[in-house]
Structure formats: C-alpha cells, structure tokens
C-alpha cells in the first residue's frame, strides 16, 4: 500500500481542476492519450486536480502531483505514460489505472 504525506495538502476535491488551471494543456493531454488508446485515462484526465506542485524547482518544470504525495515510491501497480506532444515531454504516473502525477518538461509555458 501506497503510504501518503497529507501533512500541508488539503482534501483532493477542494483543489482546482487542471481543466481550469491550464486550460490549454488539459484537452491536448486527453487528446494524446486518446491518440495512443488509453481511453480511461483520457476521461480521467478531464477531471484530474492539481493537488500540489512539484518540488524540484527545475526552471524547465511545470510538473504536478493529481494526488496527495506518497512518502516514497509508488509501488505495486505503477506505470508511466508517455502521451505524444509536439513539443517537450509529458509522462504520467498512474498507479492502479488513476493519474497521480504529471511531469511536464521543455513544454511552453503553461498559464
């Protein structure tokens, strides 16, 4: 089992919905994993949250954890995904088929 850290993090569906935070990169995330045939996530994707940032600080990084974080790794039931974009790269942590992380790198800024 997946140990989490809800220290700081408030209660998942009190957090904004990627839809409404990025408005621009939510339909091309669900239209790339539409494209590469991971339909449940793509109908996944439309709801997700952004539940806290990443923590890396990078200057290239505009990644998001869509979930509380885990106190280590995700374990059993874990998987990247690696939806096609134009530019940059996107991979997902999805673990037991829900999307729990989104790193966003080299993708234009997203507002």
């Known amino acids: 089992m997946v140990e989490v850290d809800r220290g700081s993090e408030a ?27 991971e339909h449940e996530l793509a109908i996944a994707a439309g709801d997700l949250r952004v539940v806290a940032p990443c923590r890396c600080n990078d200057e290239f990084c505009q990644s998001f954890y869509t979930a509380p974080r885990p106190n280590g790794p995700y374990g059993a039931g874990h998987r990247n995904v690696m939806p096609d974009f134009d530019t940059g790269m996107v991979v997902l942590d999805v673990v037991h088929g829900r999307i729990m992380f989104v790193e966003i790198l080299g993708q234009p800024p997203l507002c």
């Open 11 to 37: 209660v998942v569906g009190d957090r904004p919905l990627v839809r409404d935070v990025y408005p621009e990169f939510s339909p091309k995330l669900v239209s790339a994993l539409e494209a590469d045939g």
